[in-house]
């Protein structure tokens, strides 16, 4: 399957940012609060999220309010458990 975009958004940037926090210095939750801060600080407009992973804790909480504040949409998955 080959899907072809042109010109969608020419001057669109997209960033990448996986949040692996229980294989690295810092928890899950406190990686993904990281994730989400270090975005709004490189001035991304739209912060896509897919996290297969529990319930959101208050550190999340606490950045996707300063995303809010900052003029960032966050668009979250529901229901990311894969194939099973």
Do not use: H, T
């Not at 975005?39 to 529990?54: E, L, R, T």
């Amino acid at each position: 399957l080959f899907i072809y975009f042109s010109m969608m958004a020419p001057e669109a940037e997209i960033y990448d940012y996986r949040v692996f926090g229980s294989q690295g210095k810092v928890g899950v939750n406190r990686a993904i609060a990281m994730a989400i801060d270090e975005a709004v600080d490189m001035g991304c407009d739209v912060i896509n999220m897919s996290i297969q992973y529990g319930a959101a804790d208050f550190s999340w909480n606490q950045a996707m309010r300063r995303a809010k504040k900052e003029g960032v949409l966050i668009v979250a998955a529901a229901g990311n458990s894969g194939d099973g």
